[in-house]
Each structure stands twice: as C-alpha cells, then as structure tokens.
C-alpha cells in the first residue's frame, strides 16, 4: 500500500521560509517522479516542483519548476530516507495554498510538461496547509 505524508504546513508572514517534507513508503518502482502541487481556495491544482528520480538515467536528478516559484522554491530527495522536500523561500501572499507531493511515472521522452502534470502522478498525499500573511 503506497502512503504518502506530508509534513512542514504552517503560516509565515510574507518574506518567510517553510520546508515541507513528504514520506514515502510502498511506492512501485514504476514510479520515476516525484513532485509538489498545490491548490490555492477557488484555483485548480497546479504542479510546482518535481525530481526525476529515474534510476540510472542520466536524467535522474533532474529538476522541474514552476514559472511562479522558480528561483525561490528548491526540490529535493533523500533516497535513504524515502523522503523528498520542498525549500520555499521569500514565500508571497499568493503562495497561500494546500501543498500535495505526489509520485507518478514519466512517459519515454518527457518534456517539462509532463513533470508537472496532474495525470503523470498517481500517488498523493493528504496535503498540508500553508498560508502566507502580507
């Protein structure tokens, strides 16, 4: 059984830092990503961050960023650990949301789009709360 739990929510005021954390345990080894998204009151759920975590790839590592966090949000994993994690930094009102991590598996040939894509990841957590006061 895949559980995912994530961990760090909490409020800032704007100009703040919060680290999420995300335990992993029972995912496939299908899986080849992992990712954060969040969904802001009244907003869809977007994809922010993601790590491909394809094993022996020389792609493995690599890093995905949303336009709107890019520069100041950092994803990373601790394999040993099973565990991935979300750096925000100089946090915004607007970055006010629920924040889900997520695993899912990347298609031959990915691009960027994919690595934030709500379809690409089957596995979610319950998400944690983080609210940014101005």
């Known amino acids: 059984q895949v559980q995912m739990v994530e961990s760090g929510g909490g409020s800032v005021q704007a100009g703040g830092s919060l680290r999420l954390s995300c335990a992993a345990s029972?995912?496939?080894?299908?899986?080849?990503?992992m990712g954060w998204f969040r969904q802001a009151p009244g907003k869809e759920r977007e994809g922010i961050a993601a790590i491909y975590a394809g094993g022996m790839s020389t792609n493995s590592g690599t890093t995905y960023y949303a336009d709107s966090v890019k520069g100041r949000f950092a994803i990373s994993q601790d394999n040993a650990k099973n565990t991935i994690y979300l750096q925000m930094n100089n946090l915004k009102p607007e970055d006010t949301a629920v924040y889900y991590c997520?695993?899912?598996?990347?298609?031959?040939?990915?691009?960027?789009?994919?690595?934030?894509?709500?379809?690409?990841?089957?596995?979610w957590g319950q998400g944690t709360q983080v609210t940014v006061s101005s």
């Open positions: 997520a695993a899912g598996t990347l298609p031959l040939g990915y691009s960027d789009y994919h690595a934030t894509a709500e379809e690409y990841f089957d596995y």
């Open positions: 029972g995912v496939p080894t299908s899986v080849n990503c």
